[in-house]
């Protein structure tokens, strides 16, 4: 399956824009705006400028992949984004609900209690978000996870026989 493209969007009065989508059978999740990669797609940031194109007024600058969920079904890379005019679309006026299998544009504040409130899927997007904004981190400032060092194995307790 292929994966999965999503950013994070801010709002100048820190608040992460969100989808609000609807299942047939009524109940709601959101999920962090952007959409499927294609074989056409040279890069993981190529794909999500197309996949944002049109949904948004400015040119989208697409910053560091700062989170990958590996979900099972599909893996979702996550970048830091935002607009060149720092326009985002508003929430659907009113609340407005979305229709089955559609999606509603909605604005989520960026506090702990609220994004976790939010449930976005993957879930364990949550948890890094509402962690991240708990330890007070900008979602602009975080770092790109390809720039961390990768993990070093530590053996403990005895050393191996000779």
């Known amino acids: 399956m292929p994966d999965r493209v999503a950013a994070i969007l801010t709002t100048s009065d820190r608040q992460v824009l969100t989808v609000r989508h609807r299942r047939s059978d009524g109940t709601e999740y959101r999920t ?10 040279p890069t993981h940031e190529d794909a999500l400028r197309r996949v944002l194109r049109g949904r948004l007024t400015g040119e989208l600058v697409v910053g560091a992949l700062v989170h990958v969920a590996r979900t099972g079904a599909q893996d979702e890379y996550v970048f830091c984004a ?8 508003e929430p659907d006026p009113d609340g407005a609900e979305p229709a089955p299998g559609a999606f509603v544009w909605d604005h989520v504040v960026y506090d702990k209690s609220a994004i976790h409130a ?4 993957p879930h364990e997007l949550t948890y890094f978000l509402a962690g991240h904004c708990h330890h007070g981190h900008d979602p602009r400032e975080l770092p790109d996870v390809r720039s961390r060092r990768p993990p070093v194995r530590r053996r403990h307790g005895r050393p191996p026989r000779a």
């Open 32 to 41: 962090l705006p952007g959409g499927m990669m294609r074989e056409s797609d």
């Open 82 to 89: 935002w607009t060149e005019d720092g326009r985002l679309p």
């Open 118 to 121: 939010a449930g976005l899927v």
